[in-house]
Structure formats: structure tokens, C-alpha cells
């Protein structure tokens, strides 16, 4: 079989594996280093997967309160408040051009895993660490407002008091994911130092004289390349692949497959005026007003359709491509966070038009986030690790995805 696989030495090219924001990302900022690279997804088209169907939420660690190590909250605002500024050097649009929703409000349900005094104390461990990054970094992204605990009068406008018993507004916003991919994509195909390999599935990796030996598969048959350096930026198949070439984590990674659902309204925009909210701590989900008729609606214990503790997703997804009932998430995911926010009901006449799509997410633990001792209540041990020339990047989140992708690219120069 593998007298057949032709075999070309890609000189001095890095490979970077992966498509989506991360691989991306780091694929323009070797190209703009001056650096010949191939870019491989088995998309067919880039920013397809994760990085198209996500909340897009920057993240500034509040959704993090049962994190007890603690340094989560420091990884998402050192994310969230380089992603845009980031994007921008890498695009050149101004950050002020990218669109960002409504702020998010967050909700502590009365049966959530922490009070609200607790959920209160973490938000203004939040806020400091925001004003510490602050004052250590210089940023233009704009500083965010430190929350703010709504008196009873006003929560009760937006969430239903049966279910939830406090609520707090912050300074977080989603961004648009689908503005995004448009953006990078056009970048991507518009540099010439990068060769996009699209609708190519990567195989196999291995150690080879002056680098790494990749196999990769395309309609037209298998190819195994050389590249002198490798980033991995795989997502839900970077462990498969680190453990190739002899890279083993030691630890369990929860690759769950959760759905996104989304609902493009423009003749909504007015209509719909519930702010972005977040439900928390526990099994619960979120609302993002984009403030332009686009929203996004996810409900856990729905939108959540299969994990896997196994490195090898594919029997995951592909079990998911089989069963997944668009209609019946759609429906099943507006009826519940209709009971905690009543005034999402004016989107019930457009449940037709609701779109369901979805990605992996892939965080170390072992348990699902119900559990209070679950590894997915932290996301800090995050960022890309190089192995020679072969660097592996745990992208976090998708608000981590730019700062990572820029040190993904220069550990692998490093080389
Ligand atoms: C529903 C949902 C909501 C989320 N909400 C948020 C949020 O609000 N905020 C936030 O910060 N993060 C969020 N995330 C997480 C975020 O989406 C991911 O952390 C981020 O997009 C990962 O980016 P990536 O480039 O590493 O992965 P991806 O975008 O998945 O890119 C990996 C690419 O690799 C390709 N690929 C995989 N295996 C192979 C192979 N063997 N051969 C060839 N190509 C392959 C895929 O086609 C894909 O294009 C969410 C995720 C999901 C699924």
C-alpha cells in the first residue's frame, strides 16, 4: 500500500495542520515572517468547523467561577484582549470594525452549582485581574466596565424570578464567527507563501531525516510529505496525531461535539431586544443578541451530542452526522431558555429559520461539567508546546485562538 502513496520533499515549507481560526492564524503570521507554508484541512473550505460554529463569545473568565486553581480567568483576558487587536494586524482591518453584540448579562439559576455571593466574589476577582492586565499591557482594545450585581427590578425585566434568583451585567461581548471566517479566509487564499490544501485529510505523521514525514489523504489518493517544522492545529484530532510521532499527553481530554444554533432575522433586530445572556454555574446555556438581527441560542443538556474520552474522533463524529435532528435541537433549544428569559418568545415565529450547525470542544477532564469537580470548569492549561520543529496547539478557546497562533508560529521557528 504504501509502495503507492507518492512521496515529495516539501524543502523547508512548515506544514501547519489545521484550517480553522488557530491554524490560520498562525499559517498568516509565518507567511508574513517571510516563511513558504502549507496549510491542510480537510474542509472545503477554510474556518469550516469549531471556528465557524461557536458562540463567539471573548471570553473574559466570569463563566470560569468554579475554577478553583484560579488562573483561567488570566488566560481569557489575556485572549479576549488581544483577539480583535490581534486580528487586526493580521487582517488589517481595525479593531474598531469588528462588529461585537450586546454585552452579556449572567443569571444564576436558583438550582446552580455556587450562590450568587460566591458567583459575586468571583466576578470581582474578575475585575481586578482585568484592571491588573490593564495596567501591565498596553492594549487598544477598549477596557471592559467591571460588572455590576441588578437589583430585583431589574433582572426580573429579562429572566424569569421562579428560576433565577440573582443576576449580573458585565462587560463581555460576543464577536461575529461568520464575519470572522469570511475575513480570514480571504486572507489566507489572498498570500501567496501559503498553499492551501483544502478537502485533504491528514493521516499519519512521523520523524524523518531534517523533519517530519506527513500523510495526508485527497480524492486524488495519498501523499506523504516532508516539512522541515509542523503545527499542529488539529483541535479535535491533535492528539491522535501528537501520539504519531510519540507525544503523549498522560491525561484525559473531553472532546465533546456540541451543536450551535443560530438565527439570521435582520426584520428581528428591533424587535428582539434581550440582552446576551449566560446561565451559571451548571448544565444551562446562552443567548447572544448581535444586536443586528443575528442571534445564537445554546442550551447544554440539548446542544451537547456526544463526548468521547478517546483521542480518535472520528467514530464520535461520525455518529453525530448520522443522528443529529436539526429541527428537533432547534426547537427543543429556543423551548428552554424561553422558560429563563420569557421575551426570547418573539423568536418563536422564526423557528423555521433556525440554523443548527456544530464543532468538537476539547478540554481536559473526565467528567461533564454537572459534576462540580470537573477539569472542564478550568481552561488554563491552554497554548501551543513544541517538540523539536513539531509544535502541538491546544487552542483553549476561540478568544485564545489569535495570541496562541502568533506563539504557535514563533516556537516553530525556534527550531
Ligand atoms: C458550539 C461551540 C461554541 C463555542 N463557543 C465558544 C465561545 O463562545 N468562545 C470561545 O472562546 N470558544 C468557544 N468555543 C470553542 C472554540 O470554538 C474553539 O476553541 C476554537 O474554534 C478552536 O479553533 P481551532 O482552529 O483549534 O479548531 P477548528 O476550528 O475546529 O479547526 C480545526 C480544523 O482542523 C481540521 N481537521 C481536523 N482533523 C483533521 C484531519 N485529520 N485532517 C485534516 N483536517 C483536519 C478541521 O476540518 C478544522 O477545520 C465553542 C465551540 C463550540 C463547538
Redesign the pocket.
Known amino acids: 500500500m504504501l509502495d503507492r502513496v507518492s512521496r515529495t520533499d516539501r524543502g523547508g515549507r512548515v506544514a501547519v495542520?489545521?484550517?480553522?481560526?488557530?491554524?490560520?492564524i498562525t499559517a498568516l503570521e509565518l507567511a508574513r515572517q517571510g516563511h513558504d507554508v502549507d496549510l491542510?484541512?480537510?474542509?472545503k473550505i477554510?474556518?469550516?468547523?469549531?471556528?465557524?460554529?461557536?458562540?463567539?463569545?471573548?471570553?473574559l473568565g466570569y463563566v470560569y467561577a468554579a475554577d478553583k486553581s484560579g488562573p483561567t480567568c488570566e488566560r481569557m483576558i489575556e485572549g479576549a484582549l488581544s483577539f480583535l487587536p490581534i486580528l487586526s494586524q493580521i487582517t488589517g482591518v481595525p479593531a474598531s470594525s469588528f462588529a461585537q453584540s450586546k454585552p452579556f448579562l449572567y443569571g444564576v439559576p436558583r438550582d446552580s452549582q455556587m450562590s450568587p455571593d460566591e458567583i459575586a466574589a468571583h466576578f470581582s476577582r474578575v475585575d481586578t485581574a482585568i484592571a491588573k492586565f490593564e495596567r501591565e499591557h498596553e492594549t487598544d482594545a477598549g477596557t471592559p466596565a467591571p460588572h455590576r450585581r441588578l437589583t430585583g427590578n431589574e433582572y426580573r425585566q429579562w429572566f424569569d424570578p421562579r428560576l433565577v434568583g440573582a443576576a449580573f451585567a458585565t462587560d463581555e461581548r460576543?464577536v461575529d464567527t461568520v464575519g470572522i471566517a469570511n475575513l480570514v479566509s480571504a486572507c489566507i487564499y489572498a498570500e501567496p507563501r501559503i498553499e492551501l490544501r483544502l478537502g485533504?485529510?491528514?493521516?499519519t505523521a512521523e520523524a524523518a531525516p531534517g523533519g517530519w514525514d506527513i500523510t495526508?489523504r485527497a480524492a486524488s489518493g495519498a501523499e506523504r510529505l516532508r516539512y522541515a517544522g509542523v503545527v499542529n492545529?488539529?483541535?479535535?484530532?491533535r492528539l491522535r496525531?501528537d501520539s504519531e510521532i510519540g507525544v503523549h499527553s498522560g491525561r484525559t481530554c473531553l472532546l465533546r461535539?456540541?451543536?450551535?444554533v443560530t438565527l439570521d432575522a435582520p426584520g428581528m433586530a428591533s424587535t428582539v431586544n434581550t440582552p446576551s445572556a449566560t446561565l451559571m454555574v451548571g448544565s444551562y446555556g446562552d443567548f447572544v443578541n448581535h444586536g443586528d438581527g443575528r442571534f445564537y441560542l445554546?442550551w447544554y443538556p440539548v446542544?451537547k451530542l456526544a463526548e468521547t474520552s478517546d483521542i480518535n474522533p472520528r467514530p464520535m463524529l461520525e455518529m453525530v452526522t448520522r443522528e443529529m435532528d436539526r429541527e428537533a435541537i432547534a426547537s427543543a433549544t429556543l423551548e428552554a431558555l424561553l422558560r429563563y428569559l420569557p421575551s426570547l418568545s418573539r423568536l418563536t415565529p422564526a423557528l423555521d429559520r433556525i440554523r443548527v450547525g456544530?464543532?468538537?470542544?476539547?478540554a481536559w477532564g473526565e467528567t461533564d461539567i454537572d459534576d462540580p469537580e470537573s477539569g472542564l470548569h478550568e481552561r488554563h492549561e491552554i497554548g501551543p508546546t513544541r517538540h523539536g520543529s513539531w509544535v502541538t496547539?491546544d487552542?483553549?478557546?476561540?478568544?485564545?485562538?489569535p495570541l496562541y497562533a502568533l506563539r504557535a508560529a514563533n516556537l516553530v521557528l525556534e527550531a
Open positions: 495542520l489545521g484550517a480553522g481560526i488557530a491554524g490560520c491542510i484541512d480537510n474542509g477554510p474556518m469550516s468547523q469549531a471556528s465557524l460554529h461557536n458562540e463567539g463569545k471573548l471570553h460576543s485533504t485529510t491528514v493521516e495526508c492545529a488539529l483541535w479535535g484530532d496525531l461535539y456540541k451543536a450551535s445554546s446542544c456544530g464543532g468538537v470542544i476539547a496547539l487552542t483553549g478557546k476561540y478568544c485564545t485562538a
